[in-house]
């Protein structure tokens, strides 16, 4: 009786048992940083999911609609003064300029249209973008047809258009600035979400270690009877530790 009394007192004491206060940690962290965050959030939350790759297309209409604006007028000029194959250039040059517009105004295929508010007021609203750009384009068609046919009027919409292109152009600058900044708000946006996602994973890594922990103390106790117990826990803690390797270099990149 005495031994066995023995026994219970040492076994008695209870092993420590790790505590995950991660989420206590969180709710510190997030409390902090709500007031710096906040602004960003509402930013964000109109942002359509677009993929890199469409950013760039968007980018790259949206510049070729401001190269091909200036390569139309100074065909147009050349054309007035007889140039040879001026008029085909620069008709091919009003074609681009055109095609650039309607993609980017109009739904289709893997482009948004206008997909922001920031468009719909470039576009729309004060600075009437689509009005301006389309107005260009019927003057560049009126001119190069009276170049074309050598009518008195040639001189006088030649003028007009040369006039009207240092205008376009801030508008275009404009319009692909916006484009520009979305493209980097919305890299910012998928960046934020990796974070999350990562940061999601390492609170249930940690989680999983302390079950890991708790589970070897367990098997220790269970002495032979939990030496395979202790084998599983001991590979959960191992799997726990090249996640929250991997985490670590998922978040150094979405940092970078």
Not at 242 to 252: Q, T, Y
């Given at each position: 009786?005495?031994?066995?009394?023995?026994?219970?007192?040492?076994?008695?004491?209870?092993?420590?048992?790790?505590?995950?206060?991660?989420?206590?940690?969180?709710?510190?962290?997030?409390?902090?940083?709500?007031?710096?965050?906040?602004?960003?959030?509402?930013?964000?939350?109109?942002?359509?999911?677009?993929?890199?790759?469409?950013?760039?297309?968007?980018?790259?209409?949206?510049?070729?609609?401001?190269?091909?604006?200036?390569?139309?007028?100074?065909?147009?000029?050349?054309?007035?003064?007889?140039?040879?194959?001026?008029?085909?250039?620069?008709?091919?040059?009003?074609?681009?300029?055109?095609?650039?517009?309607?993609?980017?105004?109009?739904?289709?295929?893997?482009?948004?249209?206008?997909?922001?508010?920031?468009?719909?007021?470039?576009?729309?609203?004060?600075?009437?973008?689509?009005?301006?750009?389309?107005?260009?384009?019927?003057?560049?068609?009126?001119?190069?047809?009276?170049?074309?046919?050598?009518?008195?009027?040639?001189?006088?919409?030649?003028?007009?258009?040369?006039?009207?292109?240092?205008?376009?152009?801030?508008?275009?600058?404009?319009?692909?600035?916006?484009?520009?900044?979305q493209s980097k708000r919305h890299?910012?946006?998928?960046?934020?979400?990796?974070?999350?996602?990562?940061?999601?994973?390492?609170?249930?890594?940690?989680?999983?270690?302390?079950?890991?922990?708790?589970?070897?103390?367990?098997?220790?106790?269970?002495?032979?009877?939990?030496?395979?117990?202790?084998?599983?826990a001991g590979v959960l803690s191992?799997?726990?530790?090249?996640?929250?390797?991997?985490?670590?270099?998922?978040?150094?990149?979405?940092?970078?």
């Open positions: 009786m005495t031994s066995q009394l023995a026994l219970r007192e040492v076994a008695a004491p209870d092993m420590p048992v790790a505590v995950n206060d991660a989420h206590h940690d969180q709710q510190v962290v997030a409390t902090q940083e709500v007031g710096n965050t906040q602004a960003d959030l509402e930013q964000d939350a109109n942002i359509v999911p677009l993929s890199g790759e469409v950013f760039g297309m968007l980018i790259n209409l949206s510049g070729r609609r401001r190269f091909t604006s200036q390569r139309l007028v100074l065909y147009a000029v050349l054309a007035s003064q007889q140039h040879e194959n001026a008029v085909p250039i620069a008709r091919e040059a009003l074609a681009l300029f055109r095609a650039a517009h309607a993609s980017l105004l109009k739904r289709s295929g893997d482009l948004p249209g206008v997909f922001c508010p920031e468009l719909e007021e470039v576009y729309f609203g004060a600075l009437d973008g689509d009005r301006k750009i389309c107005a260009f384009i019927e003057l560049a068609g009126r001119t190069l047809n009276a170049i074309e046919d050598k009518l008195r009027t040639a001189p006088e919409l030649l003028a007009q258009l040369v006039e009207v292109t240092t205008p376009l152009l801030a508008i275009l600058n404009q319009i692909t600035a916006v484009y520009e900044e890299a910012r946006l998928m960046r934020d979400q990796l974070r999350g996602i990562m940061k999601d994973i390492e609170t249930i890594a940690r989680e999983a270690k302390m079950v890991a922990f708790n589970a070897r103390i367990v098997a220790a106790r269970a002495g032979i009877a939990g030496k395979e117990f202790s084998v599983v191992n799997i726990t530790t090249e996640i929250d390797e991997l985490v670590k270099a998922a978040l150094n990149g979405a940092a970078a």
